[in-house]
């Protein structure tokens, strides 16, 4: 994993031209990586409309790399939120409406844009398999409703869409990920970043993270990904709001620099 090339030119991210009817109005910024579309927001769950325009109809393996699993439920005050978004004005709508950041995976699996979901914690030395390829199952709560964790949903809900991959299916080494994606390079890999797994503020012990700590964490993250196909779509989380950061505000720029170092050293 190298630092900047200083002889080499690099773009930079752009604010993208914002309008209130395209992916583009939830981004913080967007370019390319060695024609790989990359779309950085902020809050996370305003990743689904990018995956919706740049999917185009197709079903991705999901990697998120994230401190959190972010696996929860669509949690809504009527069963609008059981109807599917189709056009991008109406997933833009659905977003800003349902979605949270704990809930955009439910909701991206529930629109049919997933096939797979991999979770990468680079603390850990494996990855939690949520679905690979075996069907989701969705149900509506009505606030009256009880779910097992068998079935995915622990405890009373109000209205809203539960879903079974809940809990992870399986811990699983990185080595058989790695082979199950590269067996199925036909199906498109998206690869979802969130800064806090290379430094959560939220946990005790990540203001005083070592250099050493921070490294190791960005180099498990390229080991793991120089070993699988190129993905067609990232996306990068600066997880700075709502409410308090899961970022440390102070380093979010130097972090997000440094993902992108990662990307690029990977992929150019």
Same mark, same amino acid.
């Given at each position: 994993?190298?630092?900047?090339?200083?002889?080499?030119?690099?773009?930079?991210?752009?604010?993208?031209?914002?309008?209130?009817?395209?992916?583009?109005?939830?981004?913080?910024? &967007?370019?390319? #990586?060695?024609?790989?579309?990359?779309? #950085?927001?902020?809050?996370?769950?305003?990743?689904?409309?990018?995956?919706?325009?740049? /999917?185009?109809?197709?079903?991705?393996?999901?990697?998120?790399?994230?401190?959190?699993? =972010?696996?929860?439920?669509?949690?809504? &005050?009527? &069963?609008?939120?059981?109807?599917?978004?189709?056009?991008?004005?109406?997933?833009?709508?659905?977003?800003?409406?349902?979605?949270?950041?704990?809930?955009?995976?439910?909701?991206?699996?529930?629109?049919?844009?997933?096939?797979?979901?991999?979770?990468?914690?680079?603390?850990?030395? %494996?990855?939690?398999?949520?679905?690979?390829?075996?069907?989701?199952?969705?149900?509506?709560?009505?606030?009256?409703?009880?779910?097992?964790?068998?079935?995915?949903? %622990?405890?009373? /809900?109000?209205?809203?869409?539960?879903?079974?991959?809940?809990?992870?299916?399986?811990?699983?080494?990185?080595?058989?990920?790695?082979?199950?994606?590269?067996?199925?390079?036909?199906?498109?890999?998206?690869? =979802? #970043?969130?800064?806090?797994?290379?430094?959560?503020?939220?946990?005790? &012990?990540?203001?005083?993270?070592?250099?050493?700590?921070?490294?190791?964490? /960005?180099?498990?993250?390229?080991?793991?990904?120089?070993?699988?196909?190129?993905?067609?779509?990232?996306?990068?989380?600066?997880?700075?709001?709502?409410?308090?950061?899961?970022?440390?505000?102070?380093?979010?720029?130097?972090?997000?620099?440094?993902?992108?170092?990662?990307?690029?050293?990977?992929?150019?």
């Amino acid at each position: 994993m190298g630092k900047t090339n200083g002889t080499r030119t690099v773009s930079e991210p752009t604010k993208p031209e914002s309008t209130n009817h395209t992916y583009r109005s939830l981004l913080e910024a &967007e370019l390319e #990586i060695a024609g790989v579309p990359v779309g #950085i927001v902020d809050p996370h769950h305003r990743v689904v409309p990018f995956w919706h325009h740049h /999917l185009a109809g197709r079903k991705a393996h999901l990697l998120h790399i994230d401190a959190h699993s =972010d696996m929860g439920v669509i949690l809504g &005050e009527s &069963e609008d939120s059981w109807k599917k978004p189709t056009t991008v004005k109406e997933m833009i709508a659905y977003t800003r409406k349902y979605l949270n950041i704990e809930n955009f995976i439910c909701a991206a699996d529930y629109v049919g844009l997933l096939r797979s979901i991999y979770h990468y914690d680079p603390r850990e030395s %494996f990855i939690d398999v949520y679905r690979e390829d075996q069907p989701a199952r969705f149900s509506w709560m009505n606030g009256k409703e009880r779910m097992s964790a068998k079935t995915g949903v %622990f405890g009373e /809900l109000n209205h809203g869409i539960c879903w079974s991959p809940f809990y992870p299916w399986k811990k699983t080494a990185l080595s058989q990920v790695e082979r199950r994606i590269n067996r199925d390079a036909q199906t498109p890999l998206l690869l =979802d #970043i969130d800064l806090d797994a290379i430094q959560c503020h939220q946990y005790p &012990e990540e203001p005083r993270l070592s250099v050493v700590a921070y490294e190791t964490r /960005l180099q498990n993250v390229f080991d793991l990904l120089q070993r699988l196909h190129r993905p067609a779509l990232i996306t990068i989380a600066r997880s700075q709001t709502p409410g308090i950061p899961y970022v440390d505000p102070r380093l979010v720029d130097t972090i997000q620099r440094d993902v992108l170092e990662v990307l690029r050293d990977l992929y150019e």
